[in-house]
């Protein structure tokens, strides 16, 4: 799901036309291969990486390049329909979401099987914008993503499962 003034977007045609208006915005040309990623990367649920996009596209028979997929994923972010998740197991591999309304969160990564949960937590939210504010910014976002050991790895009893958790 996307965001567009204060709206969820959660389907690949409806993407489709605010892809299509930014890209007319910013003088570019709507192709075929532009709107079969926007089907795909809308086809994907929770946190996706380009490999992730190229492997549907390719099941439908696509030929797309990973050049293409890359420049594409990069307009999405900056038509806001997609975020970097900055997640995942130490890898230097993008990791991507869609962007959710009203329902910022974080991020807990185990370091070693790659599982993450999001997570919103007040407290951490109000301590940013202190932080923020005390050194004189005016924050626009932000990510966080807690690394460590989940209680699996760990051995120990699973704790209450969380409100979200995603596939890493």
């Known amino acids: 799901m996307a965001a567009r003034g204060g709206k969820l977007v959660n389907d690949y045609q409806e ?3 605010l892809l299509r208006e930014y890209v007319r915005r910013n003088g570019m040309r709507w192709t075929a291969e532009r709107g079969e990623i926007v089907r795909a990367v809308f086809r994907l ?8 996009v190229a492997r549907l596209l390719r099941a439908d ?4 390049s990973l050049t293409t997929i890359y420049r594409n994923l990069e307009h999405l972010l900056r038509a806001g329909l997609i ?3 900055r997640c995942g197991r130490g890898s230097d591999e993008q990791v991507f979401e869609h962007v959710h309304v009203g329902r910022h969160h974080d ?7 790659g599982r993450v ?8 939210e109000v301590l940013q914008t202190h932080v923020a504010e005390k050194y004189g910014f005016r924050l626009v976002r932000h990510t966080l993503d807690l690394r460590g050991v989940c209680p ?4 120990d009893a699973e704790p209450p499962r969380p409100a979200r958790e995603a596939r890493p």
Do not use: P, Q, S, W
Request: hydrophobic share 40%; proline share 0%.
């Open 15 to 17: 993407a489709g036309a």
């Open 45 to 52: 649920e929770d946190h996706f990486r380009v490999a992730d």
């Open 61 to 64: 028979g696509g030929k797309t």
């Open 83 to 85: 975020n970097e998740a």
């Open 107 to 113: 991020h807990l990564t185990c370091v070693a099987c």
């Open 117 to 124: 949960i999001e997570f919103a937590e007040e407290a951490i």
């Open 152 to 155: 699996a790895c760990r051995g």
